[in-house]
């Protein structure tokens, strides 16, 4: 059995911030209300989510094509 990598250990997170809430249907429906949380987190604290978005997008990107993030 393979060890997870970085990168899976950082999907793992969400899994288990999507498990706290028992409300959510789904992990998919806790994630869209998770999405839709931030939005107004963001509202109430004067930052700007696509810009915050685009700079996570830019992490996923590097994250992805690291050695780094590929190693156990």
């Known amino acids: 059995m393979r060890r997870p990598t970085k990168n ?7 899994d288990h911030v ?9 992990k998919r429906e806790g994630l869209i209300d998770l999405l839709t949380d931030a939005r107004h987190w963001c509202d ?11 700079l996570a997008h830019e992490h996923y990107l590097a994250e992805l094509n690291s050695p780094e993030g590929n190693k156990p």
């Open 44 to 54: 109430r604290h004067g930052e700007d989510l696509a810009g915050l978005d685009r």
């Open 8 to 14: 899976d250990r950082r999907a793992m997170r969400i």
């Open 18 to 26: 999507l498990t706290w809430c028992k409300d959510w249907g789904s």
